[in-house]
């Protein structure tokens, strides 16, 4: 029943900002932790952001480190990924996940409630 949901995809350019929402519908659960990942063709699913069920603790591949930026308000949705400084190589189908607990883990098994991806393209 527990069901991520992300906004819809877009198509940017290089240098642009983008931010998408996830809302976590049919919660069994009173505390939970989002995480974003994302998978482009051909390659796995990698890790990008995460943010805590109370929203004061958050986590960063190294490859957004700096320019991304995940928040959410305890206990609420929806969850935010803010990306920034997009290049070509953000191109991906991105996820979002939810988990119980609090966190925020960064490994993909620690989540068990998943998305079905929303495409962010960054155009040359």
């Known amino acids: 029943q527990v069901h991520p949901v992300e906004s819809g995809g877009r198509r940017v350019r290089h240098g642009d900002s983008l931010r998408r929402a996830c809302v976590v519908s049919?919660?069994?659960?009173?505390?939970?932790?989002m995480g974003w990942f994302r998978q482009a063709p051909g390659k796995v699913r990698e890790f990008v952001a995460a943010?805590?069920?109370?929203?004061?603790?958050?986590r960063y591949a190294e490859s957004v480190k700096g320019r991304f930026t995940v928040s959410r308000t305890r206990d609420k949705d929806p969850g935010y990924l803010q990306m920034g400084g997009l290049s070509a190589e953000d191109t991906s189908v991105y996820y979002c996940?939810?988990?119980?607990?609090?966190?925020?883990?960064?490994?993909?098994?620690?989540?068990?409630?998943w998305g079905v991806g929303t495409q962010v393209t960054v155009a040359s």
């Open positions: 943010v805590s069920w109370s929203g004061y603790n958050t």
């Open positions: 996940a939810a988990a119980k607990g609090y966190g925020p883990p960064s490994e993909l098994t620690d989540y068990e409630y």
């Open positions: 049919g919660r069994t659960f009173s505390n939970y932790v």
